[in-house]
């Protein structure tokens, strides 16, 4: 075993020639998107003047199990993919663990992050259909970094609407976007109509997620040749997601490792997802298993205290509802909450797996979850984001566990990206300002009592 390099890497002829979609394997599928006025199941037509014909495609299909990789998008791959499948050897002898740490690091292009892999297929997509543009939200910034670099890729034009307090906060991701020639608009802004409703009902408003969604959509349906992407939730992302998944099991079966156990962080669920595509489906089949951790935050337990419930996927009600586990579409984490996945609800695929008992999830506390940071960074050479933290608090906490039984378990987690653009919540961290407020079972309530009746 001790012949498992540091970081086993694919060639590029072992790259995953097409994704694969798990809903295939699955007896119990997601909920269908339900049309927020009738209830109704969303038809292609009715997603058609927001989305991609082709996106439309890929998010009703609950049947095709391989959907594959266009030409065009594997070569766009090949420049930052196949991504390294690292043996954290140093981690490991730090902790003093038998257990063996394996991480898929997804860090290694300019966004940062895995939200690469899913952009460049929208981007594609969008272009093949001739449209011109499209448009989309951003909070922290990460997606419409991703989404911006695609877009130049393919010479489409790109509206993003960035949350106004990360917009002033956070000046470096929004001149990386700018860099890639993406317009960057603070939400709640003036362009849009439902913009201007909310900046005269809340002046001064510092904005949100849920709100720059709503004006992205009216932007994208308003606009000839535009339409709205998305970069987490929806079963497409997922399904373009699947590329991690499948090239870590490639570099697992190439040296003969079987995961005991397959950890990410979730926050709406798409590096999960795409991770754990391929164990998953092997074990909805019968022919493997594993335990499959989900790792949330304390203070945005969808998962963990969230209902299984038809939601609301923003803020301003527009998109379609979702059945998954939320928190209700008003929930926002207290202010102090500084490590990302913030967001209310959770991929339909996931929360139907978590429902059936396929998968477990645990939430951490943010205070945990950047001492992990911060241990790991100073074995492992990278500085992970704090998204990712979630998952190595988790994968550690597995890994001490083993040294308490002996055990030489195999650990799996996901890196999603570097934190290179936190370093603010890092600065609370080490100046002891970051406290673990948890949201009460009072707040919730109040938070679910706004969640639509859906019969
Ligand atoms: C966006 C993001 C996440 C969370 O999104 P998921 O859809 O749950 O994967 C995790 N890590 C990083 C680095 C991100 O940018």
């Known amino acids: 075993m001790s012949d498992i390099p540091y970081k086993i890497y694919l060639d590029e002829s072992e790259m995953p020639k097409a994704w694969y979609n798990l ?6 599928k997601p909920a269908p ?42 070569e766009f791959y090949k420049m930052y993919r196949p991504s390294p499948l690292v043996r954290a050897y140093c981690l490991e002898q730090k902790l003093g663990t038998p257990a063996h740490i394996y991480y898929k690091f997804e860090g290694n292009n300019t966004s940062g992050s895995h939200k690469l892999n899913s952009a460049i297929a929208q981007a594609y997509y969008a272009k093949k259909q001739g449209l011109k543009g499209v448009t989309t939200e951003t909070g922290a910034g990460q997606w419409g970094t991703a989404l911006s670099m695609a877009c130049s890729y393919f010479d489409l034009d790109c509206k993003v609407y960035m949350v106004k307090v990360s917009y002033e906060q956070k000046p470096f991701r929004r001149e990386v976007m700018r860099t890639y020639g993406a317009s960057v608009t603070p939400s709640p802004s003036m362009e849009t109509e439902v913009g201007k409703r909310i900046l005269a009902a809340h002046p001064g408003t510092t904005g949100s997620l849920g709100c720059a969604i709503s004006e992205a959509v009216e932007v994208a349906t308003s606009t000839p040749g535009y339409r709205y992407v998305l970069g987490s939730v929806l079963n497409q992302v997922l399904l373009h997601q699947s590329v991690i998944g499948l090239e870590t099991k490639t570099a697992l079966d190439k040296y003969g490792v079987k995961p005991d156990v397959i950890i990410g962080c979730a926050g709406g669920g ?77 991929s339909s695929i996931l929360s139907q797996l978590y429902h059936d008992g396929y998968m477990e999830a645990t939430s951490v506390p943010q205070t945990k979850v950047f001492e992990a940071a911060e241990q790991f960074a100073r074995v492992e050479g990278i500085l992970p984001a704090p998204e990712s933290a979630h998952a190595i608090r988790v994968a550690i906490d597995e890994a001490l566990k083993c040294k308490e039984t002996g055990e030489a378990k195999n650990i799996v987690f996901g890196l999603t990206g570097t934190g290179y653009f936190d370093m603010v919540a890092y600065e609370k961290f080490h100046d002891g300002l970051m406290d673990d407020y948890i949201p009460t079972d009072a707040e919730l309530e109040a938070s679910f009592a706004t969640l639509p009746k859906v019969d």
């Open 33 to 74: 998107l339900l049309n927020p006025g009738t209830h109704q199941p969303m038809k292609a037509e009715e997603l058609a003047p927001v989305f991609c014909d082709e996106l439309i495609k890929q998010e009703l299909d609950n049947d095709t199990p391989y959907f594959e990789i266009p030409q065009e998008i594997r």
């Open 23 to 28: 809903r295939a394997d699955m007896k119990n």
């Open 270 to 346: 798409s590096n999960l997802g795409g991770l754990i595509a391929p164990f998953m489906g092997q074990k909805l089949r019968g022919e493997a298993d594993y335990r499959i951790v989900a790792v949330e935050p304390a203070s945005c337990p969808s998962f963990t205290r969230g209902k299984f419930a038809y939601d609301f996927c923003d803020t301003g009600m527009v998109c379609p509802l979702a059945k998954m586990y939320t928190l209700g579409s008003n929930f926002i984490p207290a202010p102090n909450h500084a490590g990302g996945l913030r967001y209310h609800g959770m």
